[in-house]
């Protein structure tokens, strides 16, 4: 496995770095506060070709593959998180599924604008009795006429009250389980869609986590996402792919915790000495950095896996399980660190520690990671 990087690649990681920390990180704790997010610096993120990085040229986007994306959202992360949460949402949920199973109709409309940044994409797959065990989802699709009608509830759609396309899943026959479960595209605007709560959070803030109801909502047989009932399946590979984004996520936060960390204990002094002369604080750094670089190996193979076209889904559950365990562990660690700093908020490291947390819950939690990854494992 070869991970010298290309021209390309280290052009697309240069581009993130700095945008990450000339606009995003000097802003950080202004996003955090506000709760939201700037859609101005989203747009701009698609001029730099960020939002479209998977999506191929063709459709508007710079054609590039996962080990690219990877690469960048590892430095956005270290940036903000909640706008390193629409590259992700852009180049993996949303445009993964209709570059995959949409119609060349579907993709000419659909892609272009969200590869840009003109217009934001979501996806909607969660429901409030229905998170973990996704095939239980209970919002509907009835056949009317060419199309269908929805009805039912989403919760915890990121960024779905700003989203003009929303790849939504429904049921079109609750007795087949999951193999009625079938993807449709609603457009924002449709009567009978709403946004409903938005959600506060612990961390992720200016990311809207957003509540969505669908009350007679029309889709045109056009915006079916793939063939009837199988969405399930459109869903977990769409899922699959997304958690090598969060363990880039969650790589680009302990890389950044840890920086503040080192940065810190190489300044601060206590007793007459600097913190890194201390054993105990050596030791903390010793670990957060081999954790680290633990982690980089494992979301690089699952991306460089997954770019070739070779089986990835062992490795994406194995990187996002133990980048994001990690990523809490190290933000920890760099708290300590800094000790009563680390907590105060203009020290950054106690928003990383917050945003660390979710990242071994969304896209399949720390525990479902483990069912995939023994289920891959005892397969033969």
Same mark, same amino acid.
């Given at each position: 496995?070869?991970?010298?990087?290309?021209?390309?690649?280290?052009?697309?990681?240069?581009?993130?770095?700095?945008?990450?920390?000339?606009?995003?990180?000097?802003?950080?704790?202004?996003?955090?506060?506000?709760?939201?997010?700037?859609?101005?610096?989203?747009?701009?993120?698609?001029?730099?070709?960020?939002?479209?990085?998977?999506?191929?040229?063709?459709?508007?986007?710079?054609?590039?593959?996962?080990?690219?994306?990877?690469?960048?959202?590892?430095?956005?992360?270290?940036?903000?998180?909640?706008?390193?949460?629409?590259?992700?949402?852009?180049?993996?949920?949303?445009?993964?599924?209709?570059?995959?199973?949409?119609?060349?109709?579907?993709?000419?409309?659909?892609?272009?604008?969200?590869?840009?940044?003109?217009?934001?994409?979501?996806?909607?797959?969660?429901?409030?009795?229905?998170?973990?065990?996704?095939?239980?989802?209970?919002?509907?699709?009835?056949?009317?006429?060419?199309?269908?009608?929805?009805?039912?509830?989403?919760?915890?759609?990121?960024?779905?009250?700003?989203?003009?396309?929303?790849?939504?899943?429904?049921?079109?026959?609750?007795?087949?389980?999951?193999?009625?479960?079938?993807?449709?595209?609603?457009?924002?605007?449709?009567?009978?869609?709403?946004?409903?709560?938005?959600?506060?959070?612990?961390?992720?803030? !200016?990311?809207?986590?957003?509540?969505?109801?669908?009350?007679?909502?029309?889709?045109?047989?056009?915006?079916?996402?793939?063939?009837?009932?199988?969405?399930?399946?459109? !869903?977990?590979?769409?899922?699959?792919?997304?958690?090598?984004?969060?363990?880039?996520?969650?790589?680009?936060?302990?890389?950044?915790?840890?920086?503040?960390?080192?940065?810190?204990?190489?300044?601060?002094?206590?007793?007459?000495?600097?913190?890194?002369?201390?054993?105990?604080?050596?030791?903390?750094?010793?670990?957060?950095?081999?954790?680290?670089?633990?982690?980089?190996?494992?979301?690089?193979?699952?991306?460089?896996?997954?770019?070739?076209?070779?089986?990835?889904?062992?490795? !994406?559950?194995?990187?996002?399980?133990?980048?994001?365990?990690?990523?809490?562990?190290?933000?920890?660690?760099?708290?300590?660190?800094?000790?009563?700093?680390?907590?105060?908020?203009?020290?950054?490291?106690?928003?990383?520690?917050?945003?660390?947390?979710?990242?071994?819950?969304?896209?399949?939690?720390?525990?479902?990671?483990?069912?995939?990854?023994?289920?891959?494992?005892?397969?033969?």
């Amino acid at each position: 496995m070869d991970f010298a990087l290309s021209e390309d690649e280290k052009l697309i990681q240069e581009t993130a770095r700095e945008f990450a920390q000339k606009k995003l990180f000097p802003r950080a704790l202004e996003f955090d506060a506000q709760e939201k997010l700037d859609l101005n610096l989203i747009r701009e993120m698609g001029e730099l070709g960020l939002l479209g990085i998977t999506i191929p040229e063709r459709y508007g986007g710079a054609g590039m593959d996962y080990l690219a994306y990877a690469l960048a959202v590892e430095q956005l992360a270290q940036g903000c998180s909640s706008h390193t949460a629409v590259v992700e949402l852009h180049n993996s949920l949303y445009a993964g599924p209709i570059l995959t199973h949409g119609t060349e109709e579907q993709k000419q409309k659909y892609l272009p604008d969200i590869a840009i940044g003109r217009k934001l994409g979501a996806f909607a797959l969660t429901e409030p009795n229905a998170g973990s065990d996704a095939a239980g989802l209970e919002t509907t699709a009835r056949k009317e006429g060419d199309g269908y009608v929805l009805n039912g509830t989403k919760i915890y759609a990121t960024d779905g009250n700003l989203a003009d396309f929303i790849l939504t899943f429904a049921t079109v026959d609750k007795s087949k389980g999951y193999k009625g479960i079938t993807c449709f595209l609603v457009e924002r605007g449709t009567p009978g869609f709403s946004v409903g709560t938005i959600e506060k959070k612990m961390g992720f803030k !200016a990311s809207p986590t957003t509540e969505l109801h669908y009350q007679d909502v029309d889709v045109p047989k056009e915006n079916i996402i793939g063939p009837i009932g199988k969405g399930f399946s459109i !869903a977990l590979e769409a899922l699959d792919g997304g958690r090598i984004s969060i363990g880039c996520q969650a790589l680009g936060i302990a890389q950044a915790a840890f920086n503040l960390a080192l940065k810190y204990s190489q300044e601060r002094k206590q007793f007459g000495k600097f913190l890194s002369q201390f054993q105990a604080i050596r030791f903390m750094l010793a670990d957060m950095v081999t954790d680290i670089s633990a982690a980089r190996n494992l979301v690089y193979k699952a991306a460089y896996l997954k770019s070739r076209g070779k089986p990835f889904l062992l490795a !994406a559950s194995q990187a996002k399980l133990f980048a994001s365990e990690m990523a809490t562990r190290v933000t920890h660690k760099a708290i300590q660190v800094l000790g009563g700093y680390g907590y105060i908020r203009d020290y950054h490291v106690e928003r990383y520690y917050r945003d660390a947390r979710v990242t071994e819950l969304f896209e399949g939690t720390s525990e479902i990671q483990r069912l995939v990854i023994a289920r891959e494992l005892l397969k033969n």
